[in-house]
């Protein structure tokens, strides 16, 4: 069976094999062996006629005309350096031992890219949003894509000359990858060897490493100057060599526009801003375009809508009325979403970039209007004049719009698609960004959830309206698979269907966006907007339903962990942290479909218009059966996440399950313990009695030998004078027992003295103050060090685990005037030296020597640290220490 590779940002060998057209290609190793990998002496004579023809055509004679023919179709230059391009990265399996490489669609955006930033591709680019998956993690970015590259991709695989793919990523993304089939490897070899050097210009890396064929791989650093990660992709190459791609710079052009509302959300008649008067401030300014624009579509007079949906309801309507200060006597002014932390400080800073709202009308419960005018920095000779009509609905439809007064030189009677798709990037992240501002926490919590942390790089729904289209065609004519369909889907997306709406209107509709252009375009807002808002929808509602598959993976993982828990015992506790989130995601998630299934309960499907265009963009827009396409979608995903709310029961269960069998363990184990501990203990205490015999019995025993060691007694020694005279004659010999009497009351004495010193010396050990004190106040955890590293340390102990570092240290305090003059006390501190912080004390004080008590010992203490600037802002806790005298009356008798 034939292995498949993959070249992409992951890869980090050099790739293509002993491909047709690498440097070292001839028409005879090209052919050679085939008959040996299985292919038929028919195939075999196709490819070396092809090789031959390849190799003895002249270079000049077959770059005269533009078209190359092959399999009776006709292909451009472009192609032919296209589909040699995509050879070397991916080709079919030639035999079933031998891999099959595939290149997947965004790393061939990516060089296809470069190939038209060095002059060898001769394609337009535009930037468009592109979901881009690394590490189970999918994230947007905007990207310079060609669409007349992406077209010519699917022209060869039309014709079978390439091989497509579609896979998911492990978050559930499609992603699709291409190969060259064996059709495409005999067309490469009638690509003349100067076409060939001119694509290996830029996909091999330069000298040294002229041989290896570069890399694409995918980088999420950290922006300081944005202040968030930002995606980079690199060209790399063995060896070493790496270069940043461009792909994803995103040029700048200058421009003015006026905030702009259709009428039919508007409360009232209030003149919004124009900046009209200020359209030649485009022309003074300058732009970062570094390709030569081809351009094919111009619109006039055109007004932009961009829609997303955000769960609102009719409190945060309230609360955001009341924000903007709809309801004051001067409303708006400038917003930020910067948490005041300190609200009586005299002064506080804002970085900026603030955004100026101007209220239009409101109504307090259902919607508010506005004017938004944006005041980010932008690059050097940039001019910018950007302000948004916003219209926020109760039922969560969020619109902002604009509209275009002139791009650059172009005034509004001949706006450019090329320079429209770079305008709708800048609306596309400020509005995000204006939104960020206006929103509750509560909000952003849960678009972050649900974007993954994405939010502010999510989708929206462009919708471009226009009161006239240069060059006016049929709607059919706009989808020709070339230049026309290519600009728009720079704008829109990929097209999906084209209508003629009367004699003078057209409506283009797309995957991320619609055009409507034509004199009635005013006229038919009602129907439009009502679409965006269905549309907004159905875009939030494909995220939801990726998103529960992630969750799903989510509790699948947990699953495996509770099945595997025994395997490794940091199990339990990433299957308690991933149950928190799991349970928090479907607590949102819960709360966004209920969001969702109101807004959709008040939607009224407008009527049918009565004239002839307004039917037929009734009839193309099919409204009702959309609506109730959204309400079974939404029904659908509630099953969803109610299953993943059972399953996430279940799992709750089986974890309780396993922690019950934990505890149960643990009881088991101090049972055990304890028992052996009362065991021990009585043993103890009958050696103890049986130990105090054997001390009398050895004290009566050294009571002896003292008298034998002075009497002379058994020990065979000659018996000294003085015990003659004074013992043995008046006592032994004169009274019998007497002496013995004498022993015995000498043992009673000697025992009696004995276990007094033992007394004496057991009641040294009593008397202490163990005082142990919970503090959890923040420390500096370098001077507690420095402070630490006076003193004469007995014992330190650590403990460190993922996310906890605990140390304790011990110490003899020396300083007796510290201490009220008494004993000093010995301290065990536990510090936690990650986060800073100051857990416990511990006192151990010989209260027969001091006369501190609970209180001076931690008031001492703590005034210590905070001389020493580690310990600030804490009282330590005297009314535990002291509980208060009764009077003697609250005394019962």
């Known amino acids: 069976m034939a292995k498949t590779k993959f070249h992409d940002e992951e890869n980090d060998q050099g790739g293509g094999g002993d491909l047709?057209?690498?440097?070292?290609y001839s028409a005879a190793k090209a052919t050679a062996g085939l008959e040996d990998k299985g292919y038929s002496k028919e195939v075999k004579t196709k490819l070396q006629g092809a090789a031959d023809r390849g190799g003895k055509r002249d270079d000049e004679e077959h770059l005269e005309g533009e078209w190359q023919v092959f399999e009776d179709a006709k292909w451009s230059l472009n192609h032919a350096k296209l589909i040699y391009m995509i050879s070397k990265y991916a080709v079919t399996a030639q035999s079933v031992d031998d891999e099959e490489s595939w290149i997947r669609n965004v790393p061939l955006l990516v060089m296809v890219y470069e190939g038209i930033v060095a002059g060898v591709l001769d394609f337009d680019y535009a930037p468009q949003s592109t979901l881009i998956s690394q590490d189970g993690v999918s994230k947007r970015t905007f990207m310079n894509v060609t669409q007349e590259g992406k077209s010519a991709v699917d022209d060869l695989r039309e014709q079978k000359l390439l091989n497509g793919l579609k896979l998911s990523s492990e978050d559930f993304q499609p992603i699709t990858a291409y190969q060259c089939s064996l059709k495409g490897l005999e067309f490469v070899q009638q690509i003349p060897i100067r076409l060939k050097k001119d694509v290996d210009g830029f996909i091999y890396a330069p000298k040294p490493f002229q041989d290896k064929l570069l890399l694409v791989q995918l980088r999420r650093e950290y922006d300081e100057e944005e202040e968030k990660e930002a995606q980079h992709f690199y060209l790399i190459a063995e060896g070493g060599f790496e270069k940043m791609s461009t792909v994803t710079e995103i040029e700048d052009v200058s421009y003015v526009a006026s905030p702009y509302l259709p009428l039919h959300v508007r409360r009232s008649e209030k003149p919004m801003t124009s900046n009209a008067h200020r359209a030649g401030e485009a022309a003074s300014g300058e732009s970062n375009i570094k390709d030569d624009l081809s351009e094919a579509i111009h619109l006039a007079h055109v007004n932009l809508l961009v829609g997303e949906w955000i769960a609102f309801g009719s409190n945060q309507i309230v609360a955001l009325n009341e924000r903007l200060g709809a309801m004051d006597r001067c409303q708006g002014g400038l917003f930020?979403?910067?948490?005041?932390?300190?609200?009586?400080?005299?002064?506080?800073?804002?970085?900026?970039?603030?955004?100026?709202?101007?209220?239009?009308?409101?109504?307090?419960?259902?919607?508010?209007?506005?004017?938004?005018?944006?005041?980010?920095?932008?690059?050097?000779?940039?001019?910018?004049?950007?302000?948004?009509?916003?219209?926020?609905?109760?039922?969560?439809?969020?619109?902002?719009?604009?509209?275009?007064?002139?791009?650059?030189?172009?005034?509004?009677?001949?706006?450019?698609?090329?320079?429209?798709?770079?305008?709708?990037?800048?609306?596309?992240?400020?509005?995000?960004?204006?939104?960020?501002?206006?929103?509750?926490?509560?909000?952003?919590?849960?678009?972050?959830?649900?974007?993954?942390?994405?939010?502010?790089?999510?989708?929206?729904?462009?919708?471009?309206?226009?009161?006239?289209?240069?060059?006016?065609?049929?709607?059919?004519?706009?989808?020709?698979?070339?230049?026309?369909?290519?600009?728009?889907?720079?704008?829109?997306?990929?097209?999906?269907?084209a209508h003629n709406i009367g004699a003078d209107d057209v409506l283009i509709l797309g995957r991320d966006g619609m055009l409507f252009a034509g004199p009635n375009s005013r006229r038919h807002e009602p129907l439009l907007l009502f679409y965006l808002s269905l549309l907004v929808r159905d875009m939030f509602i494909r995220v939801f339903f990726v998103r529960t598959f992630v969750l799903d993976d989510l509790l699948k993982t947990i699953r495996r962990l509770i099945m595997e828990h025994e395997s490794d015992p940091n199990n339990i506790s990433k299957?308690?942290?991933?149950?928190?989130?799991?349970?928090?995601?479907?607590?949102?998630?819960?709360?966004?479909?209920?969001?969702?299934?109101?807004?959709?309960?008040?939607?009224?499907?407008?009527?049918?218009?009565?004239?002839?265009?307004g039917g037929t963009l009734y009839k193309v827009l099919n409204m009702a059966n959309m609506r109730r396409d959204v309400v079974v979608r939404v029904n659908d995903l509630k099953k969803l996440v109610s299953g993943a709310q059972h399953e996430l029961q279940n799992l709750s269960s089986m974890t309780d399950v396993i922690n019950t069998k934990q505890l149960e363990d643990v009881f088991k184990?101090?049972?055990?313990?304890?028992?052996?501990?009362?065991?021990?203990?009585?043993?103890?205490?009958?050696?103890?009695?049986?130990?105090?015999?054997?001390?009398?019995?050895?004290?009566?025993?050294?009571?002896?030998?003292?008298?034998?060691?002075?009497?002379?007694?058994?020990?065979?020694?000659?018996?000294?004078?003085?015990?003659?005279?004074?013992?043995?004659?008046?006592?032994?010999?004169?009274?019998p027992f007497l002496w013995f009497a004498i022993n015995i009351v000498w043992l009673f004495l000697f025992s009696f003295?004995?276990?007094?010193?033992?007394?004496?010396?057991?009641?040294?050990?009593?008397?202490?103050?163990?005082?142990?004190?919970?503090?959890?106040?923040?420390?500096?955890?370098?001077?507690?060090?420095?402070?630490?590293?006076?003193?004469?340390?007995?014992?330190?102990?650590?403990?460190?685990?993922?996310?906890?570092?605990?140390?304790?240290?011990t110490w003899q305090e020396k300083d007796w005037a510290l201490w009220a003059g008494g004993a000093p006390p010995k301290i065990e501190l536990a510090l936690d030296t990650q986060y800073g912080f100051l857990l416990s004390v511990v006192f151990h004080l010989d209260k027969k020597k001091s006369e501190l008590n609970e209180e001076g010992l931690m008031r001492i203490l703590t005034a210590t640290l905070a001389e020493h600037g580690i310990l600030a802002d804490y009282t330590p806790p005297t009314t535990l220490y002291s509980a208060p005298v009764p009077k003697e009356e609250e005394i019962p008798s």
């Not at 926020?392 to 969020?398: A, H, M, P, S």
């Not at 928090?584 to 004239?611: A, H, T």
Request: hydrophobic share 40%; aromatic share 6%; with cysteine.
């Open 20 to 24: 047709p057209g690498q440097p070292e």
């Open 669 to 735: 184990s101090v049972e055990a313990n304890t028992k052996f501990l009362v065991d021990a203990s009585g043993a103890n205490e009958r050696s103890s009695a049986s130990l105090q015999v054997m001390q009398v019995m050895l004290a009566g025993m050294f009571s002896f030998d003292i008298i034998d060691r002075i009497s002379g007694g058994t020990l065979g020694l000659s018996t000294p004078w003085w015990v003659e005279q004074w013992i043995n004659e008046p006592i032994v010999a004169r009274y």
């Open 336 to 497: 930020t979403s910067k948490i005041d932390s300190d609200p009586t400080a005299t002064q506080f800073k804002v970085p900026t970039g603030l955004t100026q709202v101007g209220i239009l009308d409101y109504d307090l419960i259902n919607c508010i209007n506005f004017e938004a005018e944006i005041n980010y920095p932008e690059a050097e000779g940039i001019v910018q004049v950007e302000n948004f009509g916003m219209h926020l609905n109760v039922d969560g439809t969020i619109m902002y719009g604009m509209k275009i007064e002139a791009i650059m030189e172009r005034k509004a009677d001949d706006i450019s698609l090329d320079m429209l798709s770079r305008l709708l990037v800048d609306v596309q992240k400020d509005s995000s960004q204006i939104i960020n501002d206006l929103l509750s926490a509560y909000q952003r919590s849960l678009l972050e959830m649900i974007f993954n942390g994405d939010e502010s790089n999510r989708c929206k729904y462009n919708m471009v309206i226009a009161e006239a289209i240069d060059p006016k065609l049929n709607g059919e004519e706009y989808m020709d698979r070339g230049d026309n369909e290519n600009e728009l889907k720079q704008v829109i997306g990929d097209i999906q269907s």
């Open 753 to 809: 003295v004995l276990l007094r010193v033992m007394r004496w010396m057991s009641d040294l050990s009593t008397g202490f103050l163990t005082l142990r004190v919970k503090v959890n106040a923040k420390i500096n955890v370098d001077k507690m060090e420095l402070y630490l590293s006076d003193k004469a340390i007995e014992v330190t102990e650590s403990m460190e685990e993922p996310h906890i570092s605990i140390k304790k240290v």
């Open 575 to 613: 299957v308690r942290t991933m149950l928190n989130s799991a349970s928090r995601d479907i607590i949102l998630l819960q709360e966004i479909l209920s969001y969702l299934g109101e807004s959709l309960e008040g939607m009224e499907v407008p009527e049918r218009p009565e004239d002839e265009a």
